[in-house]
């Protein structure tokens, strides 16, 4: 108990450390670097001029062409309405892009990559998501945005920026500064990219206005990750109903820009508009929750008795189990990215239905796996495998967060044929009932309400991915889910003929498992053999279920009706009605106790 008291001590000692050890013991020193480095930044930027500071006016000219065409010049600029473009560009957007490599040597590209750095390969193409979120406003014109930008290429290529950046209202202009992390370095590098010197002048006054409370939040250039960096130009559509944009992105350091295809925009939906959207989708996954838990609820009742417990696969039940971990630890994952307090209570009811039908299922397991196992076996020894199961459990559980949390972390798409090898096995849980059903020669313990149900439950969440287009991860669709789908289907149609045609209907009868027969022909020199093993002849005869005679002839026994006898593989005779009823309770021979096959 002492050692356990002290190792919890140890660990929140070691936690406070790592937690606010360097806040507590900040030094003199280190906070007068810092007062000197923001000394040094606000002289810096306060000294940025369009003339000799200028980003924008050293891009390769086709970039600089690209950028005119897309957002115009001042004049044109100016002689639109203020009424014409929308105010509050935040929200979620999607589309697609395009990259290409420029050749031309600039100041910033001497035709090498910097070490370490990574860029789409030439012509490449990818999905970009870009989230946006408003920080303030200066004078009603100038907004400040934060937010998000990510790239994923269909060749592996992937990159999440942090951007920085204003909204011009008047003109439906926005700069933004993408990095792989914002430092204090992006402010500067944002007034630089501006394309004009009027935009120059009023992204230094509103920065500058903004910084004074920023400055100490932002990191050194030094202490941040460093990789390509862009200079984002986004120009959006007149209206004020829907967010539409074409955008262009440069590199200047990786030489590389990404742009919207020709004909093409990204499409954003308002944070209102994208908050109900998942809160629905929230709400039908929440449903299928429910479902789920009043099925299994349901299936625990068809199966009441540890006869009919046998018939039932625990390796279905336990794939199962893992695989709603996994959709939970995706959807976990995703709230607490998103944030906000309509995504957090989302996630905390989606916690708890998980966690009941967690639990619910793994009584089912342990229930299953005690009626399959041999009268032999201790209480002892069954607590300690089911330990031992819980704990396997659990930590294949911890393992697919911890890996999936860490491949999510990276950002790089699925190739699609480890994608599609990935929903396969996941969604092959009812094989191991197949092979069960053929190898014991057994029909399915399991209702049919469970296994349609579940399945179209469990299905719900890869056809919303990938075949409904406008899901909120804005995946784009995948024919091979269509697959998926029949793949399913056909586990749950093999499983149906097994109960209609036999569990072996599909096996060649070479391939067959042998199953024991408890309703052979018998002869009258089989009789005689039986009362012979047995102890006596009145054993052989009398059912010991209801202690009345069995009558073994054929006159009784016609071929077209079932037989009125069984005879178990330890030579005890019983009545059909009688053994049957039994063995929905114990498969347990009721004379020597020895464990029978189910029927």
């Not at 390769?60 to 001042?74: E, F, M, R, T, W």
């Not at 429910?290 to 018939?311: D, G, I, N, S």
């Amino acid at each position: 108990m002492n050692r356990t008291l002290g190792c919890i001590l140890f660990l929140c000692v070691l936690w406070l450390w790592l937690g606010w050890g360097a806040t507590w013991w900040d030094s003199q020193e280190d906070k007068e670097l810092r007062d000197k480095f923001e000394r040094e930044w606000w002289k810096s930027f306060q000294g940025l001029t369009y003339a000799d500071n200028s980003t924008f006016m050293l891009l390769p000219d086709d970039v600089q062409g690209s950028v005119g065409l897309l957002i115009g010049n001042d004049s044109k600029r100016s002689a639109l309405s203020d009424s014409d473009f929308t105010k509050d560009v935040a929200g979620t957007y999607h589309g697609e892009w395009e990259s290409k490599h420029n050749a031309q040597t600039t100041p910033f590209w001497n035709g090498t990559l910097p070490s370490g750095y990574s860029r789409p390969g030439d012509g490449a193409t990818g999905r970009l998501t870009m989230v946006l979120r408003s920080a303030a406003m200066d004078n009603g014109k100038t907004e400040l945005l934060r937010g998000s930008v990510t790239l994923q290429s269909t060749a592996g290529f992937s990159a999440l920026l942090d951007v920085e950046g204003l909204y011009w209202s008047g003109s439906g202009v926005a700069v933004l500064h993408g990095a792989p992390e914002i430092s204090a370095q992006s402010a500067v590098d944002l007034v630089r990219a501006a394309p004009s010197e009027k935009m120059f002048s009023q992204a230094k006054a509103t920065l500058s206005e903004a910084y004074a409370s920023l400055l100490s939040q932002r990191k050194r250039p030094e202490d941040v990750s460093r990789d390509c960096e862009y200079h984002i130009y986004l120009q959006f559509s007149p209206g004020h109903k829907a967010l539409v944009a074409r955008s262009v992105m440069f590199s200047p350091v990786c030489s590389v820009s990404v742009a919207t295809p020709a004909g093409r925009a990204i499409v954003g939906l308002r944070a209102k508009t994208y908050t109900l959207m998942v809160m629905r989708y929230a709400a039908v996954a929440a449903l299928g929750m429910v479902a789920l838990l009043l099925l299994l609820e349901r299936q625990m009742r068809h199966t009441p008795t540890p006869a009919r417990l046998a018939r039932v696969s625990y390796h279905t039940l336990s794939m199962q189990a893992i695989v709603d971990s996994h959709v939970f630890v995706l959807h976990a994952i995703a709230c607490t990215a998103v944030g906000g307090l309509a995504f957090l209570v989302a996630g905390a009811v989606a916690f708890v239905m998980f966690t009941a039908l967690l639990v619910l299922v793994m009584r089912y397991v342990a229930a299953v796996w005690r009626a399959q196992q041999s009268s032999a076996v201790s209480p002892d020894d069954c607590r300690r495998c089911l330990v031992r199961m819980y704990i396997a459990a659990y930590v294949a559980l911890v393992v697919g967060i911890v890996a999936t949390y860490a491949y999510l972390d990276t950002q790089r798409p699925l190739p699609a044929a480890v994608l599609a090898t990935l929903l396969a096995v996941a969604h092959a849980y009812w094989v191991p009932q197949i092979w069960r059903n053929v190898k014991r020669n057994t029909n399915c313990g399991l209702g049919w309400d469970y296994i349609v149900g579940t399945t179209t439950v469990r299905l719900f969440f890869p056809l919303y991915a990938f075949a409904y287009t406008s899901n909120i991860a804005f995946v784009s669709p995948a024919p091979l889910v269509w697959g998926l789908v029949a793949f399913s289907v056909a586990q749950v149609t093999v499983l149906l003929m097994q109960d209609w045609l036999g569990p072996r209907f599909f096996v060649p009868k070479f391939l067959r498992p042998q199953a024991h027969d408890y309703h052979p022909a018998m002869s009258l020199a089989d009789e005689e053999d039986l009362e012979r093993n047995s102890l006596s002849s009145d054993a052989a005869a009398v059912c010991a279920v209801c202690i009345q005679p069995v009558d073994t002839t054929l006159e009784d026994n016609r071929l077209d009706l079932t037989p009125s006898y069984m005879l178990t593989p330890c030579a005890h005779m019983y009545h059909t009605e009688c053994l049957q009823q039994w063995m929905d309770i114990k498969l347990e021979c009721p004379v020597c106790r020895a464990r029978l096959p189910p029927l």
